[in-house]
């Protein structure tokens, strides 16, 4: 059974940072990365890396978030700077495993305002 433990939401300030992590146990994974739902949105993409260190990113986040990878402890992590109200959503840890398939965090919400 895969397990994923999200962390590092919350409110921050425009122009501020948070760092989101994800742990995840129960598979290896071969890809692992971050969507968003935001409030009248359709959930989204906003960052993901493969074995290997290949990385995908939203167009709305290149330059702004980073995101990694510790093998060791199967967890990944986003870095979000430069945060913008547009970046207010809840986000969601996903992982993908050849063993079990897809699996998604229960969301943690970062809210980006004055």
């Known amino acids: 059974q895969v397990q994923l433990v999200e962390s590092g939401g919350g409110l921050v300030q425009p122009g501020g940072s948070l760092r989101l992590s994800c742990a995840a146990s129960?598979?290896?994974?071969?890809?692992m990365g971050w969507y968003r739902h935001a409030p009248g949105k359709e959930r989204e993409l906003v960052a993901r890396i493969f074995n290997g260190g290949i990385t995908n990113y939203a167009d709305s986040v290149k330059g702004r978030f980073t995101i990694s990878r510790d093998n060791a402890a199967n967890t990944v992590y986003l870095q979000m700077n430069s945060l913008k109200a547009e970046d207010t959503a809840v986000y969601y840890c996903?992982?993908?495993?050849?063993?079990?398939?897809?699996?998604w965090g229960q969301g943690i919400q970062v809210t980006v305002s004055s």
């Open positions: 996903n992982v993908q495993s050849i063993y079990r398939g897809t699996s």
């Open positions: 129960g598979s290896i994974f071969n890809a």
